[in-house]
């Protein structure tokens, strides 16, 4: 079956300009989750949601970032006023569920974004 | 803080030769422990975690406890055991924290 797709897989963009990033979780898992990735680090996570709301928000670095997922499937990742720093890989993974026992989370390719 | 270090940013071995990639955390409580692994041009996906206690493509990690590490292991390393790969912990909070990720380099 289909993974995790995450649109675009590349987004250039100038310092200052709003962009989207799209992920599809796996049919049918509840959880979603967003993480960060910069050159020579490994993911570092940013939101978590379990159905439509976000149940830990707490890795988003500030108000420039939002996240939403209106009807518990597909999540768009928001930065408003981006900045050089912002750049990095965006991956976006899905879990069955959420709860105490961690389940396996599955990636997405992730999206390159660029701030010129 | 909770942090998950792999003091390794590199590691080449021979094809054949025993791998371990290291891992140590620093966490309360008791998290769950996984590796991660990325193939040249393939998505993060799970290899494994300890609570299944499996193997893995010949690949085992045990939790210590006492020294808190999950060190990764393979007796004969091969070529397409070339990757690279996060250790990530879980303390119940359904977030994982990756380590900085070590690149193995198996050469034939």
């Known amino acids: ?116 | 803080a909770q942090r998950v270090t792999q003091p390794e940013k590199l590691l080449s071995v021979f094809k054949g030769a025993p791998v371990e990639l290291k891992c140590n955390y620093s966490y309360s409580g008791s998290p769950e422990l996984f590796w991660y692994v990325q193939y040249s041009r393939q998505r993060l996906q799970l290899l494994l975690r300890h609570i299944s206690r499996e193997s893995i493509k010949g690949f085992t990690a045990d939790l210590n406890k006492g020294e808190t590490s999950f060190h990764l292991k393979k007796p004969f390393a091969q070529e397409e055991d070339s990757a690279m790969y996060y250790c990530a912990a879980d303390g119940a909070t359904n977030k994982l924290i990756f380590g900085t990720g070590t690149l193995l380099a198996v050469q034939p």
């Open chain 1, 1 to 116: 079956g289909a993974g995790v797709s995450q649109t675009p897989s590349n987004k250039v963009t100038e310092k200052g300009k709003y962009v989207e990033l799209r992920c599809d979780p796996i049919s049918g898992h509840t959880a979603l989750y967003w993480y960060r990735q910069s050159l020579g680090q490994g993911p570092e996570f940013l939101i978590y949601f379990q159905g439509t709301g976000a149940a830990d928000d707490s890795g988003l670095p500030n108000d420039r970032f939002f996240a939403v997922r209106p009807e518990g499937s597909v999540s768009t990742l928001k930065i408003q006023r981006t900045e050089r720093g912002d750049s990095a890989v965006y991956l976006c993974a899905s879990s069955l569920n959420g709860g105490a026992v961690a389940n396996e989370q599955f990636f997405g390719p992730g999206t390159r974004l660029t701030v010129l």
